[in-house]
């Protein structure tokens, strides 16, 4: 096989997750041009890197490389086949306020760490939506 390029939204804005938080518009400026992608959250389980990030209208879309060896090949055979789809991101909160109106906490800067291949994503909307083979001449 070789490797896999994924893209999609690791992050939406404005839409609770399922922990109470919503990531506001500008959460990510200062964000690192490149973190490691990880199957799960786990450190110990790289998969891969982010190629690209950016903020848009919707949220924070990423494209990404899953690599094919160890965990990334097993990773990108379930992403391929559809079994896993979801996404998630690592971060340290900068600067957040509560709203106890709407019971939210509202995410207004964070440090990304990590953006992760996940089975069940803390935000329902962050989501992978297109995946392609990389050409083997594109690895080097």
């Known amino acids: 096989m070789s490797d896999l390029r ?3 939204y690791a992050s939406v804005f404005g839409v609770a997750d399922s922990g109470g938080d919503v990531v506001l518009p500008g959460a990510f400026a200062g964000a690192p041009a490149r973190v490691p992608l990880l199957w799960q959250h786990d450190p110990r389980e790289p998969i891969g890197f ?22 990334g090949a097993a990773a990108a ?3 391929r086949a559809g079994a896993v789809d979801g996404l998630s991101f690592g971060y340290r909160v900068k600067a957040a306020r509560r709203d106890r109106g709407a019971g ?13 291949v996940v089975t069940f994503p803390m935000q329902p ?6 995946v392609e083979q990389v050409a083997e001449e594109s690895k080097a």
């Open 104 to 116: 939210v906490r509202r995410l207004a800067a964070l440090d990304l760490i990590e953006v992760s």
């Open 50 to 71: 982010v190629e690209s990030l950016r903020e848009d209208g919707r949220g924070l879309r990423v494209v990404a490389r899953v690599v094919d060896a160890g965990k």
């Open 6 to 8: 994924i893209a999609g």
């Open 77 to 79: 055979a379930l992403l």
């Open 125 to 130: 909307r962050a989501r992978v939506l297109g």
